[in-house]
C-alpha cells in the first residue's frame, strides 16, 4: 500500500550546517499495516512522514502510494490518500470556524469543491453520530467554535477528521505527546479503535515504548535518518519496553563506536 | 446625514471586500485604493462612451477582479509579501488608471448612469433611496455569507485560519488566495463603479485611504456586533461603513476641513484598535493586536518553501 525506496533528506546541503535526516530509507507497508515508529530525537522520523505527505520533498528515492508514483505530487494533491494527525492539538483543526464546519471540510478530503452548502442536515446527523463514538460530549456543540476545545477533545477531533473520509495511508506523529496521561490514554483507544474500523494502513511515531508495542503490528526503530530495527507482528508481540531500551542503547554505543574509530 | 447614511451603504460593499482579505484570508491587501478607482475609470468611461450603465459596472466589477489576481499571482507565484504585493499592484493601477481614462478626471455630469432615475426622481438623501441602498448592501452581504458557508467558502475561511490544515485535506491555498483577492477586488471595484456614477465623475485621486476606510469600517462594526459567527461578522462590516460615514460626516459638520479627512480616518481606525483593550474590551483587543502585530512583523519576501 505504502512504498518508500531509496529515499535521501539532507537539511542545507553543501553547508557546514548539513544535516543527513533520511539517509537511503526504504520501507514497505501491506494494505492495513500498523507500523509504529521509534528513535530518538532527531533521528528523522518526522521528516520520513513529511517526505510521505509530501510536506517535504527528498532529494532522491521515490514515494508509492497503492501502487501509484506521488513522489512529484504536492502535498495538497497527496492530501486525497492521506489522514495526519500532529502532535501540536492546534495543528489539526481551524479554530475559528465550528466543529460542524471542520468535520465538512475534512468529508470533503481529495474532492472538487464546488457551491454547495459545506454542513446540511443530513451530514450533522452523521458528524453527530460519528462525534458520539469518540465519547468527548462533542455531539451536542456542533456549533462551538475549535478554539473553544480542550487539547484532548481537538486532538480526537482531529483523529476523526483525518480517518472518517476513509485514506488509503494515515500518518500519525506523536499525535498524544501534548495531552495529560488520562487524555493520551483515551486518544490511544480511540486510534486503536478507528484504525481497525477502517482498517487504514498507519505510520505512528511515537516516544511511548509501552504505545509503541501496544499498538499496531509491526515497529521500526530510526536512528540518524535510518531504520535500525524491524519487528514484525511476532517478534514485536515478545518484545519488552525494557528489551527496546537495550536496543537503543546498543545502536546509540555502535555509533559512538563508529566515531570513536573516525 | 441621509446622505452619510447613504454613501455608507454604498461604500459597504468596498468595507465587504476587505473584510473578505483581511479577516478571512488573513491577508492585508492594499491593492484596494487602486482597484477602487480602476473600478470607477471603467464605469466612467464606458458609460462615455456609450455603454449601458450596468454593462460597464460589470466590466469594472471584472476589471477589479483581474487587479487582484495579479497581486494574488505576484504573492503565490512570484513568493512576495502580501502587504508589498498590494503596494506593487496599487502602484500599478494608478498608471494603468490613468492609461484607462486618458486623463485625471472623467465627468459624467450628462450621462445617463444606473443613479439617474434616482437624481430625476429627486430621491438622492431620502428614505427611498437609503431604503434602496440598503437592499443592494443586504443582497451583497447574503451572497458572501452564502458563499462563506459553501465548501469553497469553507476552504477559503480555513486558508486563512489555518492554511497547514487546510491543504493536508486537498485544498490548494494558493487559489484560494488567488480567488478570495480577485472576489474582495471585484467588490471594491464594483463599489468604485457605483461610487462614480454617485458623485458623476471618476477621479485618479478617489481611491486614496480606500483601504483605511475599509479597515476602519471592518474593525468599527466589529467592536460594535463582535465576529462570533460569519454572518455577524459580515453584517458589522456594513454597519461599520454607516458608522464610519457618519462619524466623518460629524466631524466635517463640527468644524473640520475636508483635507483632514485622511487623519480623521486614520485615527479613528487607531481608535477602534486600542480603545477597546481597555477595561472590559481587554480580551478581544488583545486578539485584534495580536493581529495586527503578526501582520507587521511578517518578513517582506517569504522563502520558498
Ligand atoms: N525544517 C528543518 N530544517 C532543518 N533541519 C531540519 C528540519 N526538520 C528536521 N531537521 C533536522 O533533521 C533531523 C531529523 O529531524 P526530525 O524532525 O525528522 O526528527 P524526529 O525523529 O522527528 O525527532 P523528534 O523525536 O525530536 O521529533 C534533525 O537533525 C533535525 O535537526
Ligand atoms: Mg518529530
Known amino acids: 500500500m505504502l512504498t518508500i525506496e531509496n529515499v535521501r533528506m539532507t537539511f542545507f546541503p553543501g553547508t557546514l550546517n548539513a544535516r543527513v535526516a533520511l539517509d537511503d530509507v526504504s520501507l514497505q507497508l501491506a494494505p492495513g499495516d500498523f507500523v509504529t515508529v521509534i528513535g530518538s530525537n532527531g533521528a528523522g522520523k518526522s521528516t520520513l512522514l513529511n517526505v510521505v505527505a509530501g510536506t517535504l520533498r527528498a532529494d532522491s528515492g521515490t514515494v508509492r502510494i497503492d501502487g501509484r508514483d506521488v513522489t512529484r505530487m504536492s502535498d495538497h494533491q497527496r492530501a486525497r490518500y492521506i489522514g495526519r494527525v500532529f502532535q501540536n492539538p492546534a495543528a489539526g483543526t481551524a479554530p475559528h470556524m465550528t466543529i460542524e464546519e471542520n468535520l465538512a471540510m475534512a468529508l470533503e478530503r481529495g474532492r472538487r469543491r464546488g457551491l454547495r452548502l459545506g454542513v446540511t442536515n443530513a451530514k450533522r446527523a452523521r458528524f453527530r453520530q460519528e462525534l458520539t463514538a469518540l465519547e468527548q460530549g462533542l455531539e451536542t456543540r456542533l456549533g462551538d467554535w475549535v478554539s473553544l476545545l480542550s487539547g484532548g477533545q481537538r486532538q480526537a477531533l482531529s483523529l476523526l477528521m483525518a480517518t472518517f473520509s476513509e485514506p488509503k495511508i494515515l500518518l500519525l506523529d506523536e499525535h498524544t505527546a501534548a495531552l495529560d496521561p488520562q487524555r493520551a490514554a483515551l486518544v490511544t483507544r480511540l486510534t486503536a479503535e478507528i484504525v481497525e474500523r477502517f482498517g487504514l494502513t498507519t505510520l505512528m511515531v511515537t516516544h511511548n515504548m509501552d504505545q509503541a508495542l501496544k499498538l499496531g503490528n509491526r515497529l521500526i526503530m530510526m536512528h540518524e535518518g535510518r531504520i535500525v530495527l524491524d519487528l514484525d507482528a511476532e517478534a514485536k508481540s515478545k518484545m519488552t519496553a525494557k528489551g527496546l531500551l537495550a536496543e537503543f542503547e546498543k545502536v546509540k554505543g555502535d555509533a559512538l563506536d563508529d566515531s570513536l574509530l573516525q | ?305
Open chain 2, 1 to 305: 446625514m441621509m446622505i452619510a447614511v447613504e454613501l455608507g451603504l454604498i461604500y459597504a460593499v468596498m468595507a465587504l471586500g476587505v473584510y473578505l482579505t483581511f479577516r478571512i484570508l488573513d491577508f492585508a491587501d492594499l491593492t484596494v485604493d487602486g482597484s477602487f478607482t480602476t473600478g470607477a475609470s471603467i464605469a466612467a468611461v464606458g458609460i462615455v462612451s456609450g455603454m449601458p450603465p450596468a454593462l460597464a459596472t460589470s466590466l469594472a466589477l471584472l476589471g477589479g477582479m483581474a487587479a487582484g489576481l495579479v497581486t494574488g499571482l505576484l504573492h503565490t507565484r512570484g513568493r512576495i509579501n502580501g502587504l508589498l504585493a498590494g503596494i506593487l499592484t496599487q502602484i500599478a493601477l494608478y498608471s494603468v488608471n490613468l492609461r484607462i481614462m486618458g486623463k485625471a478626471n472623467v465627468p459624467l455630469l450628462r450621462e445617463s448612469t444606473l443613479i439617474t432615475p434616482l437624481k430625476d426622481a429627486d430621491l438622492v438623501g431620502t428614505w427611498a433611496s437609503v431604503g434602496m441602498f440598503l437592499a443592494v448592501a443586504v443582497v451583497i452581504l447574503a451572497l458572501l455569507v452564502w458563499f462563506l458557508h459553501t465548501d469553497i467558502g469553507l476552504a477559503m475561511r480555513a486558508t486563512g485560519d489555518n492554511p497547514d490544515m487546510i491543504r493536508s485535506f486537498g485544498v490548494n491555498t494558493d487559489h484560494q488566495k488567488l480567488l478570495g483577492l480577485a472576489l474582495s477586488n471585484g467588490l471594491v471595484a464594483l463599489c468604485g463603479a457605483i461610487i462614480a456614477q454617485y458623485q458623476g465623475f471618476a477621479d485618479i485621486g478617489m481611491g486614496i485611504g480606500m483601504i483605511v476606510a475599509g479597515l476602519a469600517s471592518v474593525i468599527i462594526g466589529q467592536a460594535v456586533l463582535g465576529r462570533s459567527s460569519v454572518a455577524i461578522a459580515a453584517t458589522a462590516v456594513v454597519l461599520g461603513s454607516v458608522l464610519y460615514r457618519v462619524v466623518i460626516y460629524l466631524a466635517l459638520k463640527a468644524g473640520l476641513n475636508p483635507n483632514d479627512m485622511k487623519l480623521i480616518s486614520a485615527v479613528l481606525v487607531v481608535l477602534a484598535l486600542v480603545v477597546p483593550q481597555w477595561k472590559g474590551f481587554a480580551r478581544m483587543g488583545g486578539f485584534m493586536r495580536r493581529r495586527m502585530t503578526a501582520m507587521a512583523e511578517t518578513p517582506l519576501v517569504e522563502k520558498e518553501g
